[in-house]
Nanobody, 123 residues
């Protein structure tokens, strides 16, 4: 069983930056595609970014392209989400997820989920 633990969330002013981390244990991290999703109150969970097992391919939602960057360190079993130029509409709980079968942008394409970390952006 894979466990995913996110960290790095917090309160930041608009225009600021945060770096989220997601540490994995209990599985073979280097074989999983990894993704970040977010969910605001009253809204469905939405795709933010994803990265292939090797790190060679990355994908972003249009709403974060150019501001967010996903990366991974397979030696540390960790995936990161660098978030720059944050906006109030980025406020949400952020979840990392692992996919056994490959990179995806839908929640059902991921097999394991973390508990989430809250990001709040004030205006």
């Amino acid at each position: 069983q894979v466990q995913l633990v996110e960290s790095g969330g917090g309160l930041v002013q608009a225009g600021g930056s945060l770096r989220l981390s997601c540490a994995a244990s209990g599985g073979t991290f280097s074989t999983y595609a990894m993704g970040w999703f977010r969910q605001a109150p009253g809204k469905e969970r939405e795709f933010v970014a994803a990265i292939s097992w090797s790190g060679g391919r990355t994908y972003y939602a249009d709403s974060v392209k150019g501001r967010f960057s996903i990366s991974r360190d397979n030696a540390k079993n960790t995936v990161y989400l660098q978030m720059n130029n944050l906006k109030p509409e980025d406020t949400a709980a952020y979840y990392c997820a692992a996919s056994v079968y490959g990179v995806g942008v839908k929640t059902y394409e991921y097999d394991y989920w973390g508990q989430g970390t809250q990001v709040t952006v004030s205006s």
